[in-house]
């Protein structure tokens, strides 16, 4: 509470000076205030592991009640460093995917950090190596977090050759050599098969995401493994994929089942390819629950909401990007260690019921 006092008895409030003349406060303003060498505050700001978590805390306290922010220009110049970490996305994503949640919740993975966080958007018709490029060649950040992965990812390939930081929201060839956060699909689809088939269903499709990306292959390779060790049929939805907007899912999910194949269990890698799935087995007079079941996985739930007989598992999006946040970051402030990666494995314990 003294640093309270000593800091509202030293910075003029914004009614005791005049309009524009007020100084921006500093390091060595936050030293005086709190007592610590300039040094010592510098890397407390900057989270520094070998800095007490309440000192930390203290110097973060004092410097948001004065209204401190850093000069970027003079940390770059100072640390060759940015303190941007970018966060690369494609514009092109059905309506209920996951995007505003891993946005969020890398932005919270690097809250109370010296980073922050950059979203750097790019279009389906541009080469997504576009924005990559840029931010290594103005050097506009200090690491790039990417996702929908696939196997031999050329952004990944070029950021290794350049030796710029990253983590990557899935895993490539390359899987040991970089951090990255995954979800294990491959046991998402073995697991899926396996509720359907306790629940009696034995004619299953699947509605894999796109079959370039890893998590694709990796789905549709768990799921036709299962079936084949336990006399399932799995068939892999054609003219659409689980990222596709609803409208399209749902037309190839219809086209489906007019041609007559059998069909009493689907699993679906999204929410909104679910609520496709729904929809046309509605409209063919098939009942969830009782003539079909529906296995999907979700970031935000809200399926069963809607239909409480859909079977979901849950993908921890938010954990997600906090770990990539700190995975990034690692990879700035520590290159020599070794990189760092999760996967997440769904269980019969994830089933959701709520």
């Not at 596709?244 to 269990?265: F, H, V």
């Not at 990879?331 to 260690?337: F, I, N």
Request: with cysteine.
């Amino acid at each position: 509470m003294a640093t309270e006092d000593k800091t509202k008895k030293n910075i003029p409030s914004d009614s005791e000076t005049p309009l524009g003349t007020r100084k921006q406060p500093t390091l060595k303003t936050i030293a005086a205030l709190t007592g610590l060498a300039v040094p010592t505050v510098s890397r407390a700001l900057g989270g520094a592991s070998d800095i007490s978590v309440s000192t930390r805390a203290r110097v973060r306290a004092v410097a948001d009640e004065i209204g401190y922010v850093p000069n970027r220009a003079g940390v770059r110049l100072r640390t060759g460093r940015t303190n941007v970490i970018a966060l690369v996305l494609s514009t092109e994503h059905e309506v209920m995917n996951h995007t505003a949640k891993l946005i969020s919740s890398v932005a919270a993975g690097l809250r109370e950090t010296q980073f922050n966080l950059n979203i750097t958007p790019y279009f389906g018709d541009e080469d997504p190596m576009k924005p990559v490029r840029y931010i290594v060649e103005t050097r506009s950040a200090d690491a790039v977090i990417l996702n929908q992965i696939r196997p031999e990812d050329s952004r990944v390939s070029y950021l290794r050759s350049v030796g710029f930081p990253f983590a990557t929201h899935g895993r490539t060839i390359w899987e040991n050599e970089h951090p990255y956060y995954d979800y294990d699909n491959s046991a998402f689809g073995a697991l899926g098969v396996r509720e359907l088939i306790a629940r009696g269903r034995r004619n299953i499709l699947l509605v894999a995401p796109p079959t370039d990306q890893r998590y694709g292959q990796d789905m549709i390779a768990g799921a036709q493994a299962t079936g084949q060790e336990v006399g399932a049929k799995v068939r892999i939805l054609s003219g659409a994929t689980s990222d596709n907007a609803m409208q399209q899912t749902e037309a190839a999910i219809d086209a489906y089942i007019a041609s007559g194949k059998p069909l009493d269990g689907l699993i679906c890698g999204s929410n909104g390819s679910s609520i496709a799935a729904m929809s046309s087995v509605e409209k063919a007079g098939l009942i969830l629950g009782e003539t079909v079941d529906l296995f999907s996985k979700e970031a935000i739930p809200i399926l069963k909401r809607i239909r409480p007989s859909i079977l979901t598992v849950h993908e921890d999006v938010a954990q997600t990007g906090r770990f990539l946040a700190k995975a990034a970051m690692a990879a700035v402030l520590s290159p020599k260690e070794p990189p760092m990666q999760f996967l997440e494995v769904p269980t019969h314990a994830s089933l959701m019921d709520y």
